[in-house]
């Protein structure tokens, strides 16, 4: 049972007490408040009357030594899920949690925003974890060497988020780390890339591609200035041979990726999901779409700009194994 009480909800003392009381079976708590004494209120009655609690989302940051001792007292060693967002104040409280907590396996619902939480140059406090996300700042780059070594052979599932100011050569530290991660079998990358040479980047993708080779599931988004990385990018994904499921977002700017085609997937033979943004798209995508990834249960396409003509849609009618096919543009959307 999952109980969850967002920021903007006002707090009944007395009924959040009554539903603990009456819901015995709690095992999930999300909690978005952000005032100190509230959140010290409501963790108090989650201590007392929670039993099962095996995932939370709470803000550890303003909650005393001594309650969060309680907290991990009655709940460290069955918690599995967690997630919080911390400022530099809020480290110190965020690691005295994990330490409590040895059984964390994924941070859900969000993502961790200071990397130094929870790992450091010589030290690791969740030695179990297999799914995060991350979005990082420059700051983290210090820790991602470390990171990605010591759980290279336990993390299933990453989202890495660059926030803005992280640099190019800061993006390319990242890309080298994740060839690191050989057992990740959901990778999802967001970031910004700006640099007119696109080797290095490329490479380091090949890289991911050829060592992280249980990769089942990849969502691509890079926002960058150079409108051939697009094509790159896409001519790079026949390495990723495992993958079942794929989105791609290109750049919305880039009006060369009208030139990209399925063809270019044919290696995939097990893709059975394919999701593509683009900002022009027509007949070269689809031609012979049914020869290239005959496998195709859900296709869905969002572009700005559509040209599709029959010969086309009769490639797409040959597809014998799709399930589902959406087709956006701004001011249509086709959908079966």
Do not use: W
Not at 26 to 37: D, Q, S
Not at 140 to 159: C, P, Q, R, W
Not at 197 to 213: D, G, H, R, T, V
């Amino acid at each position: 049972m999952l109980i969850k009480i967002e920021q903007n909800i006002s707090f009944n003392y007395k009924a959040f007490e009554s539903l603990l009381k009456k819901s015995k079976f709690v095992n999930e708590v999300y909690i978005g408040v952000n005032n100190k004494k509230l959140n010290e209120i409501i963790l108090k009655l989650i201590i007392k009357y929670c039993y099962y609690l095996k995932s939370i989302a709470f803000n550890f940051e303003q909650i005393n030594q001594r309650l969060i001792e309680e907290f991990g007292l009655k709940f460290g060693q069955k918690l599995s899920e967690i997630t919080f967002k911390t400022t530099s104040n809020g480290v110190e409280k965020h690691k005295k949690v994990l330490r409590l907590c040895p059984n964390i396996i994924a941070f859900i619902d969000g993502y961790v925003t200071n990397l130094s939480v929870f790992v450091g140059n010589n030290s690791v406090l969740v030695p179990k974890l297999s799914k995060i996300g991350l979005r990082l700042e420059s700051q983290d780059f210090d820790y991602i060497e470390n990171f990605a070594k010591t759980y290279g052979n336990s993390l299933k599932s990453v989202l890495f988020e660059a926030c803005l100011g992280v640099d190019d050569i800061e993006t390319n530290v990242l890309m080298k780390q994740i060839v690191y991660l050989k057992s990740l079998e959901k990778l999802d990358i967001m970031l910004e890339f700006s640099a007119n040479s696109n080797q290095e980047f490329i490479e380091n993708l090949k890289s991911i591609a050829l060592n992280c080779n249980q990769l089942k599931q990849l969502y691509f988004f890079v926002a960058e200035t150079n409108p051939s990385l697009d094509c790159q990018i896409f001519n790079c994904l026949p390495f990723f041979k495992n993958l079942n499921l794929l989105e791609l977002s290109l750049n919305k700017d880039n009006e060369e990726s009208n030139e990209i085609s399925c063809q270019s997937l044919k290696e995939l033979k097990l893709l059975t999901h394919l999701k593509v943004e683009s900002p022009v798209m027509n007949d070269i995508f689809f031609k012979d779409i049914d020869k290239y990834l005959p496998q195709l249960k859900r296709l869905d396409i969002t572009v700005d700009n559509f040209i599709i003509t029959d010969k086309a849609m009769t490639s797409l009618s040959k597809l014998m194994n799709l399930k589902s096919i959406k087709i956006k543009c701004p001011e249509n959307i086709f959908e079966i």
